[in-house]
């Protein structure tokens, strides 16, 4: 069974970093594109970026909006997909969701963070 | 900047049919956009229903169904149930980027 948890989502003060986990199980994680999106409060959705697979180069692309903040990594020993978000704003309050890419199909349920002082 | 645009909202009748457009303003959607459809309850991550443009994944109920119609991208549900009553989201790849529409609230009645 395909499983993928998000955590290390909370509050925390607008400037400061958060790091995002996801781990995934139940599917090749070494083989797959992860993505990651995010939906503010009562609003919709909107794609932050990706990573393809080391075997397709492991390059990574971002959404205007968090592009030069926001880094994306992976540790395919552990079958993680990491979101690292630098100098947040409060505009990035929302629950932040990673998804198996390439089709986009199988979603975690996601991990909320707020950003506020 | 790219803006991708569903019906704000629909209403359906049990047993009938709707279609869910998604357009696109740099022209007409394509195949080369890889539309993606996406339902999700309130509460709910989101739930993936069609890739490509009209390809299912194996939990896709057959009542849906993905097209290009009209430049647009579409999702038709023939056969609505009570339970399809969501928010239903298109997304559409811009070489590199992903934009979704803003989301079309489905009411079953």
């Known amino acids: 069974e395909v499983q993928l948890v998000e955590s290390g989502g909370g509050l925390v003060q607008p400037g400061r970093s958060l790091r995002l986990t996801c781990t995934a199980s139940g599917f090749t994680f070494v083989d797959s594109t992860m993505s990651w999106f995010r939906q503010a409060p009562g609003k919709g959705l909107e794609w932050i970026g990706f990573?393809?697979?080391?075997?397709?180069?492991?390059?990574?692309g971002y959404a205007a909006s968090v592009k030069d903040r926001f880094i994306i990594s992976r540790d395919d020993s552990k079958s993680i997909a990491y979101l690292q978000m630098n100098s947040l704003e409060t505009e990035d309050t929302a629950v932040y969701y990673c998804?198996?890419?390439?089709?986009?199909?199988?979603w975690g349920q996601g991990t909320l963070v707020t950003v506020s002082s | 900047q790219t803006v991708v645009t569903q019906e704000p909202s629909l209403t359906v009748s049990p047993g009938g049919t709707v279609t869910l457009t998604c357009a696109s303003s740099?022209?007409?959607?394509?195949?080369?956009?890889?539309p993606n459809w996406f339902q999700q309850k309130p509460g709910q991550a989101p739930r993936a229903l069609i890739y490509?443009?009209?390809n299912k994944h194996s939990w896709t109920p057959a009542r849906f169904s993905g097209s290009l119609l009209g430049g647009k991208a579409a999702l038709t549900l023939s056969g609505v149930q009570p339970e399809d009553e969501a928010e239903y989201y298109c997304?559409?790849?811009?070489?590199?980027?992903?934009?979704f529409g803003g989301g079309t609230k489905l009411t079953v009645l």
């Open positions: 740099t022209g007409a959607v394509t195949s080369g956009y890889y």
């Open positions: 997304l559409l790849y811009y070489g590199g980027e992903w934009v």
């Open positions: 990573i393809r697979s080391k075997a397709s180069g492991g390059t990574t």
């Open positions: 490509s443009t009209s």
């Open positions: 998804v198996r890419d390439r089709p986009l199909d199988y």
